[in-house]
T-cell receptor
Framework: QKEVEQNSGPLSVPEGAIASLNCTYSDRGSQSFFWYRQYSGKSPELIMS????GDKEDGRFTAQLNKASQYVSLLIRDSQPSDSATYLC???????????FGTGTSLTVIP | KAGVTQTPRYLIKTRGQQVTLSCSPISGHRSVSWYQQTPGQGLQFLFEYFSETQRNKGNFPGRFSGRQFSNSRSEMNVSTLELGDSALYLCASSRGQALGNEQFFGPGTRLTVL
């Protein structure tokens, strides 16, 4: 069973703080990893993709991948109330575009 | 560039009926994947189509089927609906040529089975 697991939270951080979201995956063949943000009642929105070991930064977001430890993380710097959402981690892509999603981490940024 | 579109946005059906959902990917994207999202199970992969061929299939019963047309538009069909099929059905579009492309989701179709 190929799985992606996330710390379910909920996670609360004050405005301006760093939010740290973590994810582990079981399939060592996974090639691609994504972080999606999903607001209540909306569909997931892609915010970060990462394919190689190391860090990838995009604005206030940094994704980290460690294939040896089968670990993916997302850091959100200077958290804003608008970042309050559920964050989904996804991995896979070794046979096409079949991805496995974690159950999501609910993040609340407190003003 | 227009995003992924799905129709209809909401559906109410009764047990035993069948339903067809439609997805139009982003222009130029050739891969369409379908997912089911429920509060209990989260996002689960149904199947992926690329160039009119099913490339991957998840662990769902044969009541769930799909197809893709030459213009990359895709449909999924669920026959003999069950109460447990109530969910948000999401379509995701990607360029598709390479493996593991970024996927962009449509707004979803909310299916309620009574």
């Amino acid at each position: 069973q190929k799985e992606v697991e996330q710390n379910s939270g909920p996670l609360s951080v004050p405005e301006g703080a760093i939010a740290s979201l973590n994810c582990t995956y079981s399939d060592r063949g996974s090639q691609s990893f994504f972080w999606y943000r999903q607001y209540s009642g909306k569909s997931p929105e892609l915010i970060m993709s990462i394919y190689s070991n190391g860090d990838k930064e995009d604005g206030r977001f940094t994704a980290q991948l460690n294939k040896a430890s089968q670990y993916v993380s997302l850091l959100i710097r200077d958290s804003q109330p608008s970042d309050s959402a559920t964050y989904l981690c996804a991995g896979g892509g070794n046979t096409g575009n079949q991805f496995y999603f974690g159950t999501g981490t609910s993040l609340t940024v407190i003003p | 560039k227009a995003g992924v579109t799905q129709t209809p946005r909401y559906l109410i059906k009764t047990r035993g009926q069948q339903v067809t959902l439609s997805c139009s990917p982003i222009s130029g994207h050739r891969s369409v994947s379908w997912y089911q999202q429920t509060p209990g199970q989260g996002l689960q992969f149904l199947f992926e189509y690329f160039s009119e061929t099913q490339r991957n299939k998840g662990n769902f019963p044969g009541r769930f089927s799909g197809r893709q047309f030459s213009n990359s538009r895709s449909e999924m069909n669920v026959s003999t609906l069950e109460l447990g099929d109530s969910a948000l059905y999401l379509c995701a579009s990607s360029r598709g040529q390479a493996l593991g492309n970024e996927q962009f989701f449509g707004p979803g179709t909310r299916l309620t089975v009574l």
